[in-house]
Nanobody, 124 residues
Framework: QVQLVESGGGLVQAGGSLRLSCAAS????????MAWFRQAPGKEREFVAA????????NYADSVKGRFTIFRDNAKNMLYLQMNSLKPEDTAVYYC?????????????????WGQGTQVTVSS
């Protein structure tokens, strides 16, 4: 069992930066592939980025490539999302997710564990 708790959301102006954090509990959390998803009001949840457990392979949605960076600190059981050059269309609730296997793709149903989410609002 893995529990995930996100933090770091907030209000930022367009062009600014934020770093989201996700604390993972559980002895084997460092082995899990992990991801960030987001959901804007009235829209479906969408994939943002994912990272594998130990090899640290990454995968990004086209909409965030070059602006967002996903990384992890396995010693601390932490996942991060560094978001730069933020746009108003990045406004959403951001969720941390973990997969018990090796999947780092965009299908949300492949992920077994989810956090409660943290709000990111980008003003124009």
């Amino acid at each position: 069992q893995v529990q995930l708790v996100e933090s770091g959301g907030g209000l930022v102006q367009a062009g600014g930066s934020l770093r989201l954090s996700c604390a993972a509990s559980g002895r084997t959390a460092s082995r899990y592939a992990m991801a960030w998803f987001r959901q804007a009001p009235g829209k479906e949840r969408e994939f943002v980025a994912a990272i594998s457990g130990r090899t640290t392979s990454t995968n990004y949605a086209d909409s965030v490539k070059g602006r967002f960076t996903i990384f992890r600190d396995n010693a601390k059981n932490m996942l991060y999302l560094q978001m730069n050059s933020l746009k108003p269309e990045d406004t959403a609730v951001y969720y941390c997710a973990a997969d018990g296997g090796y999947y780092i793709g965009p299908r949300d149903y492949e992920y077994d564990y989810w956090g409660q989410g943290t709000q990111v609002t980008v003003s124009s």
